[in-house]
C-alpha cells in the first residue's frame, strides 16, 4: 500500500517570503500522479498543482511550483512571495496511475502560517 | 460551471440515527469519490462510484456505511445508527471519465453526532 508522510505539521513564513513544504512518498509503481491540496479555515479542498510521474518537467502554476525527484519519492511545494490568503492546511496527496486503488492517499497535512 | 455540491453543509444527528449526505458531481463528470476527514487528520478515501456501480470500496467501514450513485440524482453517502466515532468532515470529488484525472472536491459535509 502507498504511503504519504508530510514530515512538517507546522510551517511559518513571513509575506513575501519563500517556503518549502516537504512531502515523500512510498510506492512501488512506476506510473502514478501526485497533488498538492489546501485546505483554508473554511475547509474547502482545492486543487494548488498537480504532477505526472512520468514527466520529468516539475509542475509549476503561478507561485506554486514543486520539485520532484522521482527517486528520492520526494515531492515539495514551494510558495514564492508568500500572501496571507495562502494560510491553509496543505495535503499532499497520491493517486496510482491505473490498476490499483483509485482514491488518493493523503498526507496528514502541513499547517502554514503567514506573518505580515 | 458550478463545481462539485454536496448537502447539507450541516448535520446533527443523536446516536442511532440515519445520516444521509448527498453529493451533486461536476457536470460532465460520471466518477464520485467519498472520502472522510477526521479531527487534526488528513482525507481518507472510503469509496468510488461510477453511475449505478460502485468500482472500489475498499475504504469503507464493512457495517452501517453504504453508498449509492444512481443513474439518476445525486451520489448518497449513508451511515446506519451512528455512533459518536462517526463525527468528521465528509468530502465527495468528482472526475472525468479518465484514470488518474485530477479530482475535484466539494466543500464536505460536517456531521456531528450527539
Known amino acids: 500500500a502507498q504511503t504519504v508522510t508530510q514530515s512538517q505539521p507546522e510551517m511559518s513564513v513571513q509575506e513575501a517570503e519563500t517556503v518549502t513544504l516537504s512531502c515523500t512518498y512510498d510506492t512501488s509503481e512506476s506510473d502514478y500522479y501526485l497533488f498538492w491540496y489546501k485546505q483554508p479555515p473554511s475547509r474547502q479542498m482545492i486543487l494548488v498543482i498537480r504532477q505526472e510521474a512520468y514527466k520529468q518537467q516539475n509542475a509549476t502554476e503561478n507561485r506554486f511550483s514543486v520539485n520532484f525527484q522521482k527517486a528520492a519519492k520526494s515531492f515539495s511545494l514551494k510558495i514564492s512571495d508568500s500572501q496571507l490568503g495562502d494560510a491553509a492546511m496543505y495535503f499532499c496527496?497520491?493517486?496510482?496511475?491505473?490498476?490499483?486503488?483509485?482514491?488518493?492517499?493523503f498526507g496528514k497535512g502541513t499547517h502554514l502560517i503567514i506573518q505580515p | 460551471n458550478a463545481g462539485v455540491m454536496q448537502n447539507p453543509r450541516h448535520l446533527v444527528r443523536r446516536r442511532g440515527q440515519e445520516a444521509r449526505l448527498r453529493c451533486s458531481p461536476m457536470?460532465?463528470?460520471?466518477?464520485v469519490y467519498w472520502y472522510r476527514q477526521l479531527p487534526e487528520e488528513g482525507l481518507k478515501f472510503m469509496v468510488y462510484?461510477?453511475?449505478?456501480?460502485?468500482?472500489?470500496e475498499s475504504g469503507m467501514p464493512k457495517e452501517r456505511f453504504s453508498a449509492e450513485f444512481p443513474k439518476e440524482g445525486p451520489s448518497i453517502l449513508r451511515i446506519q445508527q451512528v455512533v459518536r466515532g462517526d463525527s468528521a468532515a465528509y468530502f465527495c470529488a468528482s472526475s472525468p471519465n479518465a484514470r488518474g484525472e485530477t479530482q475535484y472536491f466539494g466543500p464536505g459535509t460536517r456531521l456531528l453526532v450527539l
Open positions: 496527496a497520491y493517486r496510482s496511475e491505473g490498476g490499483g486503488a483509485d482514491g488518493l492517499t
Open positions: 462510484l461510477q453511475k449505478e456501480n460502485i468500482i472500489d
Open positions: 457536470k460532465g463528470h460520471s466518477h
